[in-house]
């Protein structure tokens, strides 16, 4: 499985910005799927994950009520709406693949996007 990230960029504080993720491969065995962020100086965290078959979605409280993540099925592609973005948002955000469903831990995680800059500016 191959995933691939784009959708980054340089956004002003308060601004949008929405992120996809197209998935190749194998696809099938892909029961969860995650998006993470890492800071510069930072430890990659959990943002969002969402269950592939049924859409149920559970994210981190850090952004909670401002992400969106969703799913299109049918074209294998995980997006993530990033609403009301703050500095302390910006980050590389990775989306990543498991095959045992959706976890907030990075281990459970089998397949990794290239991962897409985000900036905000104040």
């Known amino acids: 499985v191959q995933l691939q990230a784009s959708g980054g960029g340089l956004v002003q504080a308060g601004g949008s910005l929405e992120l996809s993720c197209t998935a190749s491969g194998r696809t099938f065995s892909i029961y969860g799927m995650g998006w993470f962020r890492q800071a510069p100086g930072k430890e990659r965290e959990f943002v969002s994950t969402?269950?592939?078959?049924?859409?149920?979605?559970y994210y981190a409280d850090s952004v909670k009520g401002r992400l969106t993540v969703s799913r299109d099925n049918i074209k294998n592609t995980l997006y993530l709406r990033l609403n009301s973005l703050k500095p302390e948002d910006t980050a590389v955000y990775y989306c990543?693949?498991?095959?045992?469903?959706?976890?907030?831990?990075?281990?459970?995680?089998?397949?990794w996007g290239q991962g897409t800059l985000v900036t905000v500016s104040s």
């Open positions: 990543a693949g498991s095959r045992s469903g959706p976890s907030v831990r990075t281990g459970a995680y089998d397949y």
């Open positions: 969402i269950d592939w078959g049924s859409g149920m979605t």
